[in-house]
C-alpha cells in the first residue's frame, strides 16, 4: 500500500517551492506532465519507511521542466510557473489536499515577495555598480603601472644604448664625460624611482618596503651626493661603471613588469630579469664603493657637508667619517638585497616548475 508524505508549500512571482518530508529518500520520480505534478519516492516518513506518492493539479499552467534536491531530511522540489504572476492558491481545487500545508518558513505574501524581488535587484545593483567601481580602479592602476614602468624603461634605454655607443665611437675618452651627458637622465629616473617605494608601501605593487627603499636610497646617496654635490667627481670614469651596471640592469626589469601589467610573459626576458642581476649588482655596488672611496679625500678637503661642533670644541667633524660607515652599510644592503633578490628568483622558478608538473 502507497502511502502520502507530509508536503509544504511556498511561492514566488515566477516560482513554486514544495518540501516534502520523507527521510532517506530513494527512488525518487518526480515529474509534471499536463500542469499536473506526480511524484513517487521510497523514504521514512509519518508512517515508517515506505512507499509514498502523491499528485498536484496546480490552479494554473506551469513548465514541464521541474528539479528536485533530496537531502536526509526532505526533498525539495521546484517549479517554473508558465507566466509570473500571484496565484491565490496552489491547486484547481478551493479546498487543499489534507496533506498539503504552507510552508512557513518561505511562506511570504504577494507585497513581501515584491519587496524581496527589490531589495535582490538592489544588491545585484550594488554588487555591479561595485564591480564596476574595482574594474575602474583595476584599470587605472594597471595604466599608471604600464605607464610609470615605460618611461623607466625608455630613460635607462637612452642611457644605455647611448654609453654603449659612445664607448665603441670615442673609447676611453668616454668614460671621462659620462656625467654631463648622461647625469639630466639619470636625475629624472632616479628620482621617479621614488614612486616605487611608495607603489610598496601603499599596495599598488606585491613587494617588500624595506628592500625597495633600500635600493632607492642607496642610489640616490651615490648620485646626488657623491656624484651631483663634487664638482670634482664629474669628470671621473667611475661615473660610467656606475651608471652602465644601473641602466644594464634596468632594462630588463622594466619591460618585464610592462608586460607584466598585460598579463604577457616572455620566457627569455623573465630568466634575464631574475638572472641577469646576479653578476651587474655585485659589480655597481662595488664601483659605487669605489666613488665613496674617491670621494673622501675630496669631502675632508673642503669640509663640505661637515657638522660643525660647539665653540668650546673648536672644529668639525667631517663628513668622511660617515662615509666610511656608510661603506659598511652599503656591504650590508647589499646582502640584503642579494638575498632578497635571490628568495624572488627560487621562488619565481620554484611556482613554474610545480605550474608545468
Not at 506518492?53 to 496546480?58: A, T
Not at 484547481?92 to 489534507?98: A, D, F
Not at 661615473?239 to 610573459?265: D, Q
Not at 669605489?290 to 672644529?315: H, N, R
Amino acid at each position: 500500500m502507497t502511502l502520502t508524505p507530509l508536503v509544504y508549500w511556498a511561492q514566488r512571482h515566477e516560482e513554486i517551492y514544495l518540501r516534502v518530508e520523507l527521510t532517506d529518500a530513494q527512488n525518487i520520480d518526480v515529474h509534471v506532465h499536463e500542469d499536473v505534478l506526480h511524484f513517487r519516492a521510497q523514504g521514512h516518513g509519518a508512517k515508517g519507511h515506505n512507499d509514498y506518492n502523491f499528485s498536484l493539479e496546480f490552479y494554473l499552467p506551469v513548465k514541464p521542466g521541474v528539479s528536485h534536491k533530496s537531502t536526509q531530511r526532505q526533498v525539495n522540489i521546484t517549479v517554473r510557473k508558465e507566466q509570473r504572476g500571484w496565484w491565490e492558491r496552489l491547486t484547481t481545487q478551493e479546498r487543499k489536499p489534507v496533506f498539503l500545508a504552507p510552508d512557513f518558513d518561505r511562506w511570504l505574501d504577494e507585497s513581501d515577495a515584491e519587496m524581496e524581488i527589490r531589495e535582490k535587484e538592489e544588491k545585484k545593483n550594488r554588487l555591479k555598480a561595485s564591480r564596476h567601481k574595482e574594474e575602474g580602479f583595476v584599470s587605472l592602476k594597471t595604466g599608471f603601472l604600464f605607464m610609470y614602468n615605460l618611461v623607466q624603461f625608455i630613460g635607462f634605454s637612452w642611457m644605455f644604448v647611448n654609453m654603449t655607443v659612445r664607448l665603441f665611437i670615442f673609447g676611453q675618452d668616454s668614460l671621462y664625460d659620462t656625467f654631463h651627458t648622461m647625469s639630466d637622465v639619470m636625475f629624472f629616473c632616479q628620482t621617479l624611482a621614488a614612486v616605487e617605494v611608495l607603489n610598496a608601501a601603499f599596495g599598488v605593487v606585491q613587494t617588500g618596503v624595506f628592500p625597495t627603499l633600500l635600493q632607492v636610497l642607496g642610489r640616490n646617496f651615490i648620485l646626488f651626493i657623491i656624484f651631483g654635490s663634487l664638482e670634482e667627481m664629474h669628470n671621473r670614469p667611475v661615473v660610467f661603471f656606475v651608471f652602465y651596471p644601473w641602466s644594464a640592469i634596468e632594462i630588463f626589469r622594466y619591460p618585464f613588469y610592462m608586460l607584466g601589467c598585460l598579463n604577457i610573459e616572455w620566457k627569455s626576458l623573465t630568466w634575464l630579469r631574475y638572472t641577469i642581476w646576479m653578476p651587474l649588482y655585485p659589480l655597481g655596488a662595488l664601483a659605487e664603493a669605489v666613488a665613496v672611496i674617491q670621494s673622501i679625500p675630496i669631502f675632508d678637503k673642503t669640509k663640505f657637508l661637515s657638522m660643525p661642533l660647539p665653540k668650546a670644541i673648536g672644529t668639525s667633524v667631517s663628513f668622511s667619517y660617515f662615509l666610511y660607515i656608510y661603506l659598511v652599510l652599503m656591504f650590508l644592503g647589499l646582502f640584503i638585497n642579494f638575498r632578497h633578490l635571490y628568495k624572488q628568483r627560487t621562488r619565481r622558478f620554484r611556482t613554474k616548475k610545480r605550474k608545468a608538473n
